[in-house]
């Protein structure tokens, strides 16, 4: 089974592209793009479980410089 979520994400304004550059770099990120309106950013991204896919988001995005906020939708596999 493969978790999925959808992350949203505010950052210092100016700095969305630079963001975007290193997320995009990060495993199990399958997408990211920045958009216009409460948030700047947006990703979808996968992993094998939903711990794994925890600890990308916490020790691999939210830590990210200039990251000032972050909203997780993780997405159930009923399959």
Known sequence: MTATAIVVLN????AEKKIIKEISRISGVDEVKEVIGFYDIVMQISAVSVDELKETIIKKIKVKDKVSSTMTLIMNDRE
Do not use: A, S
């Open 11 to 14: 950052c210092e304004l100016g």
